[in-house]
C-alpha cells in the first residue's frame, strides 16, 4: 500500500470517527518545518480534544498542536509528524469578570480578539503578540514575551490557571483564577515554553493590567551601543523601570533618514504628573552620547508596531546574556548581522538576510560569540538543510535528565511534538 493510499484509508476512519467539520486532508501549507502531516482534526471542544489526543496515542500517530500558527518556526523539526491538531474551532471568552483583572479564555482564542475585549473595559492583556492572529494556547506554548516584558512580566507569570490535555486524555488542571495563587506545585510554569510537548493547552486563565492614564514614548538616538547600556543601568540603578526598553540597528528599525546611530524607543506607563516626571529623569540620566525626544502618541505607537513586527530573513535567532553584558554581544556580531536590543531584560535578537550558501558561516560566527560569553542561545529561522543540523536549543541544559522523566511521565510514546522541544525529547 502507497504512502497515499495508506493516508486515504487514515482519513477515512477519522472522517467515521470524528466527523467532516472535525477532519479534513493536509495540504501544503499545513507542514511544519518541512515535515508535511497527512491529516488536520480541528476539536469544537475539550472533550472531542481529549478523545482525538487518546486515539492518536493508542494508534501511534504522531501529532503537532497549532493555533494560529504564527509561532511554528520556533523549535527544531518533527522526528516524525503524522498528523495536526488545530485549535481554531476552540476559540472564545469562557469568563470576565473585568473587576478582578483576570480574563479565561479558550486556548484557540487569538491574541487580537483578547486585546479587543480588554481593552472595551479599560484593561491590557499580556499577549504583547508581533501577529495579532496569535492564540493564547500557541504564545504561552512557546512562551512569548513581548516587548513590553518589564512592564507585565515573564508571560509565563501571568498564566493564573491553565488547562492542559495530555496524550492519553487527561486532564490537567493547575493554578487559580485569582491573582494570589494557591500553594502546592505550580504546574503552569511547567507547560508554558514546553512547545505542547507536554500536552495540549485548552484553556487559560490570563492575568490583566489597567490601562494607564498616561503613555509617553521617548525616542533614543545613541552613538554607541555602550551608550545604550549605559543609558538602561542608569535607570536600573534609579529605580526607574520602563513598559519597554528597545534599541536596534537602524535598518531593524523604523527609517531614521541620515542616521547611523543607534536607535530605540521606551515606553513609560501610569499617572500624567508621574510619566512627565519619569521622562524628565531619564532626559538628565542620559549619557552624553544619546539624544531624547519625546514623541507624539501616534508616531510613538508606530515605533512599536514597527520593532514588533516579522521579518522574513535568511537567518534569525535569540541571545540572552545578565543584562549589564547583553551590549558585549551586540558589539561583536557580524557588521551585517541586524539586531535588537532589550537591556533591561537581557536579550538580543538577531536576524541576516543573504545567500543560503553563506549562512553557514554566519551561523558559526555567532554563535562562536554566544559560547565566548556563555550565553542563551535560541535559532529561530535557518534553511531547512542547515536547521537539520543543529538543535536549535543549542547546548544541552544540564536539566535534560529531568526534562526527560517529565516527558516519560506525561507523554510516555512521545506522540506530542516528537523533537521539537529538544532532540531526544
Known amino acids: ?28 501549507e499545513d507542514a511544519v518545518l518541512g515535515a508535511r502531516p497527512g491529516w488536520v482534526l480541528s476539536p469544537a471542544d475539550e472533550v ?3 478523545e482525538m489526543l487518546r486515539w492518536a496515542d493508542e494508534s501511534g500517530q504522531a501529532i503537532a498542536p497549532v493555533g494560529g500558527r504564527t509561532q511554528l518556526d520556533v ?28 480574563i479565561t479564555v479558550l486556548a484557540g482564542t487569538s491574541a487580537g480578539e483578547i486585546a479587543r475585549a480588554t481593552a472595551d473595559q479599560g484593561q491590557w492583556s ?26 507585565f512580566g515573564e508571560l509565563r507569570d501571568q498564566a493564573l490557571e491553565t488547562r492542559v490535555v495530555h496524550s492519553d486524555g487527561r486532564v490537567t488542571r493547575s493554578g487559580a483564577r485569582v491573582v494570589k495563587n494557591v500553594t502546592g506545585y505550580d504546574l503552569n510554569k511547567l507547560f508554558v515554553g514546553s512547545l505542547g510537548t507536554l500536552g495540549v493547552l485548552s484553556q487559560v486563565c490570563l492575568r490583566l493590567k489597567p490601562k494607564p492614564e498616561a503613555a509617553v514614548t521617548l525616542h533614543i538616538e545613541c552613538g554607541r551601543v555602550d551608550d545604550a547600556i549605559e543609558l538602561a543601568s542608569g535607570l536600573r540603578r534609579a529605580g526607574l523601570d520602563p513598559a519597554g526598553m528597545v534599541f536596534a540597528t537602524p535598518d531593524q528599525a523604523m527609517p531614521s533618514p541620515g542616521s547611523e546611530r543607534v536607535v530605540g524607543v521606551i515606553e513609560l506607563l501610569g499617572s500624567g504628573p508621574d510619566v512627565s516626571w519619569v521622562a524628565s529623569r531619564i532626559e538628565e540620566l542620559a549619557p552624553s552620547g544619546c539624544a531624547i525626544e519625546r514623541l507624539e502618541p501616534e508616531v510613538g505607537s508606530g515605533w512599536w508596531q514597527w520593532l514588533r513586527k516579522a521579518r522574513a530573513t535568511t537567518l534569525s535567532g535569540l541571545l540572552g546574556l545578565r543584562p549589564d553584558a547583553i551590549g558585549a554581544l551586540a558589539s561583536k556580531l557580524p557588521s551585517d548581522v541586524a539586531w535588537t536590543l532589550r537591556p533591561f531584560e537581557g536579550r538580543l535578537e538577531w536576524s541576516w538576510d543573504g545567500a543560503d550558501s553563506e549562512a553557514n558561516d554566519i551561523l558559526d560566527a555567532v554563535r562562536a560569540i554566544a559560547t565566548e560569553h556563555g550565553a542563551g542561545w535560541l535559532l529561530r529561522s535557518a534553511p531547512l538543510d542547515l536547521r537539520g543540523r543543529n538543535d536549535v536549543f543549542g547546548e544541552r541544559p544540564a536539566t535534560i535528565e529531568l526534562q526527560r522523566r517529565l516527558r516519560e511521565a506525561f507523554d510516555p510514546n512521545r506522540n506530542l511534538n516528537p523533537g521539537r522541544f529538544l532532540r531526544g525529547l
Open 75 to 102: 523549535g527544531n523539526a518533527p522526528e516524525r509528524l503524522d498528523g495536526l491538531v488545530s485549535l481554531e474551532r476552540m476559540s472564545g471568552i469562557v469568563d470576565y469578570p473585568a473587576g478582578d483583572l483576570t
Open 126 to 151: 499580556p499577549l504583547d503578540a508581533h501577529d495579532e492572529l496569535a492564540t493564547a494556547g500557541g504564545l504561552l506554548a512557546v512562551g512569548h514575551s513581548g516587548m513590553w516584558r518589564p512592564h
Open 1 to 28: 500500500m502507497t504512502t497515499r493510499e495508506t493516508t486515504v484509508r487514515k482519513l477515512e476512519q477519522l472522517l467515521a470517527r470524528f466527523g467532516a467539520e472535525a477532519v479534513r486532508d493536509a495540504r501544503d
Open 48 to 50: 472531542m480534544l481529549q
